[in-house]
């Protein structure tokens, strides 16, 4: 019995060993499914600055434990972070996890001076501490929102900070759903109607082009005193069947 007990220990070990090998790297399925890996643990290769063809080592970005890491710089020269590839119709998966009081969020769609894209403000899906965040937060300023105009969850289930979650951006001709932890929490039309009438009355109102770009890149933010990590960072391009 002590010698089977020692061969389930190795192999429970031997098992959370090549599940933690896995960390940003894609299987044999998802490579045939289309995925494109975005991150690959080790580098920030394919990432700049936005509004910069390079990533300053200022910028308040790293490579810590098979992890992008964000660390908000007090010297100053903190930015935001952008693939150098773009997209379009598209399925975009991500874990991450916080440090306490900490906020970011996953733009798509974002056009600057180095992309093809024109140049505009991005949906953003919103990450923060909504439990821990210096003051109150109202329901459209919690994880997993678009930030600014559509914000009516439902079904989330979000981990404690410290703890890795994962989310899900699908963008489909102008369908979005955001899903948190394989549930989905939020969808929208753009351009419909709803959108319409929610951006007229919303902060992004006389923004610059909000929401029009059909392609472009993806941009993770940096926000003053934040510390946060990313892994597992793949998109699937859809199929574009018809512009928006």
Request: glycine share 8%; aromatic share 12%; charged share 25%.
């Amino acid at each position: 019995m002590k010698i089977i007990r020692i061969i389930v220990f190795f192999a429970v070990l031997f098992s959370s060993f090549l599940c933690y090998g896995q960390d940003n790297q894609l299987s044999r399925r998802e490579k045939k499914a289309g995925w494109i890996l975005l991150f690959d643990g080790k580098t920030l290769d394919g990432w700049r600055a936005a509004n910069d063809s390079v990533l300053p080592a200022t910028a308040g970005w790293s490579v810590e434990d098979n992890c992008l890491k964000l660390e908000w710089n007090p010297a100053g020269g903190n930015r935001n972070i952008v693939t150098t590839r773009e997209f379009a119709n598209f399925e975009l998966s991500i874990e991450w996890k916080i440090a306490p009081a900490a906020n970011s969020g996953i733009f798509y769609h974002h056009g600057d001076d180095f992309t093809e894209a024109p140049r505009s403000v991005a949906p953003e899906y919103q990450i923060i501490d909504d439990l821990g965040w210096h003051e109150p937060l109202g329901k459209e300023n919690l994880t997993g929102v678009n930030y600014g105009m559509h914000y009516d969850l439902k079904d989330k289930v979000l981990k404690p900070v410290g703890q890795f979650n994962v989310s899900k951006i699908i963008f489909e001709n102008g369908h979005v759903e955001h899903w948190l932890n394989n549930k989905k929490i939020l969808e929208f039309e753009v351009a419909s109607p709803d959108w319409n009438e929610r951006l007229e009355k919303s902060m992004w109102r006389q923004s610059q082009g909000y929401g029009k770009n059909t392609s472009g890149a993806f941009m993770l933010q940096t926000y003053a005193n934040a510390k946060m990590w990313f892994k597992n960072v793949k998109v699937r391009p859809l199929p574009l069947t018809h512009q928006i």
